[in-house]
């Protein structure tokens, strides 16, 4: 069955928003987009401006109970990396599927139709596998499934508590001991993948895998042709620790160990060397970037405007999701880059737009996505143009107002492989705040 959607207005790629754009449907993806026509009878309009669907490539669904607890004092991505430890220590399948239910479903209403799963708690709390091998792997598809959103699980390899140390007390629950059992698992997994939940891999981070079992992740990642990520130079005392041990960087491990190409995405990469930036331009890498996760851990600035001139593609993901908000990540790729250069315009309105978009679903594995266009899936975001934060825009200025001033609140309506997932600001099937309430309210009284 075919439906249609007027946009008041609507991104299509270029440099400006288009006005009176007819989109039709037919069943999971775009039919037809036609700018300039009046509304066709039985049309839903949407008014203010429509984007494709946003991609969220790079979230912890569990960091989400983690708002508000861990913002204040004095620390370090270290002293947080703690707290975050004695939340994960307590989750069981049922809490944690309830807690990412309500976060996937708060990642609708901000606009994101796709997520990037980075899972690394696979197993009890004491490091005991489940009977089931992949049941959190599966809690969190269905909880993605079940917020009407698409999700890319990256089920991540994390064998070691630091470069040639074992795993502590609350890292084994993360850890399959060796690659070949992580690589069994992840196959059985595979199994789960559907139209909308692609599997995909990770290494956790040079520290917390070997590089023998690097190239054995990589390996498995480019037979079976899903997306691999990785944590990269996050922090200087990652680097200082490979660069002592290997006498490489890690982005420089990584290429050595075969896990560069088109398919990685090296997640944060705040402090990158020239060659490391090189590397990822040579191999065709993409850079998830999580600005509101790496100011609020005081990660660093990393270099944004050297990778566009490289031509590395750049993402955006919310990570520890101190704000769940693809139009601040957006922003704050652009804004945090004038702190450090002292110069405005590093990056543009429709880059910023294709980070939130084009690039997101690239780097999860989701080529026919991202665009309004025939053929592509039909997951569509209008944004209000008439909230106090976007009022007085015009069509001319329509995408600025959207990167720069709008919030996730300012999402109207959402649209999965052609389901209405967000109405009038509202999930049609979640209580998203109560549910949210709920689920970290009871994750808490876990905690010792």
């Known amino acids: 069955m075919i439906s249609a959607y007027h946009c008041e207005l609507a991104w299509l790629g270029g440099d400006h928003a288009v006005a009176d754009v007819v989109i039709e449907v037919d069943g999971d993806r775009i039919a037809t987009v036609t700018p300039g026509m009046p509304t066709p009878a039985g049309a839903v309009q949407l008014r203010g401006l429509t984007l494709p669907g946003l991609a969220n490539a790079h979230s912890h669904a569990f960091h989400r109970a983690l708002r508000g607890r861990t913002h204040d004092g004095v620390g370090s991505f270290w002293t947080w990396r703690d707290q975050m430890y004695d939340l994960a220590g307590t989750l069981d399948p049922e809490s944690y599927h309830r807690l990412a239910r309500a976060t996937f479903a708060e990642m609708a209403l901000a606009g994101i139709t796709c997520v990037g799963e980075f899972h690394y708690l696979h197993h009890q709390p004491d490091g005991t596998p489940y009977r089931e091998a992949n049941l959190i792997g599966e809690v969190l598809l269905a909880a993605a499934g079940e917020a009407g959103i698409r999700i890319t699980l990256l089920d991540t390899c994390y064998l070691q508590g630091g470069i040639g140390q074992a795993?502590?007390?609350v890292q084994q629950r993360f850890s399959d001991v060796r690659a070949e059992h992580w690589a069994e698992r992840v196959d059985a997994l595979r199994a789960h993948s559907s139209s909308t939940a692609h599997i995909g891999a990770a290494v956790h981070s040079v520290r917390a895998v070997d590089p023998g079992s690097i190239e054995h992740v990589a390996r498995w990642a480019i037979e079976h042709a899903v997306p691999l990520h990785a944590h990269v130079s996050e922090q200087p005392a990652e680097n200082h620790a490979c660069i002592e041990a290997f006498a490489l960087t890690p982005m420089e491990l990584l290429a050595e160990r075969h896990a560069l190409d088109a398919h990685f995405t090296a997640v944060h990469a705040t402090h990158l060397t020239e060659h490391d930036v090189r590397l990822m331009q040579t191999h065709g890498c993409t850079v998830?970037?999580?600005?509101t996760t790496e100011r609020d851990l005081a990660d660093g600035i990393g270099p944004t405007t050297r990778l566009i001139e490289a031509m590395v593609p750049i993402a955006l993901g919310t990570d520890s999701h101190a704000v769940i908000d693809l139009f601040e990540e957006a922003r704050a790729t652009e804004l945090d880059e004038r702190l450090a250069s002292l110069v405005r315009g590093n990056h543009t309105v429709p880059s910023l737009l294709a980070?939130?978009?084009?690039?997101?679903?690239?780097?999860?594995?989701w080529p026919d996505a991202g665009w309004i266009s025939a053929g592509s899936l039909a997951d569509l975001v209008t944004v209000r143009l008439d909230s106090v934060r976007t009022a007085g825009a015009s069509a001319a200025h329509a995408l600025a107002v959207a990167v720069f001033s709008a919030t996730a609140a300012d999402v109207l309506h959402v649209v999965v492989g052609g389901r209405v997932v967000v109405r009038d600001g509202a999930h049609v099937s979640i209580d998203v705040a109560s549910e949210l309430h709920a689920s970290i309210t009871s994750?808490?009284?876990?905690?010792p």
Not at 288 to 291: D, N
Not at 355 to 365: D, K
């Open 355 to 365: 980070a939130a978009t084009v690039a997101g679903h690239h780097s999860l594995g």
């Open 288 to 291: 998830c970037v999580c600005p």
């Open 167 to 169: 795993p502590n007390s």
């Open 443 to 447: 994750a808490w009284n876990d905690v």
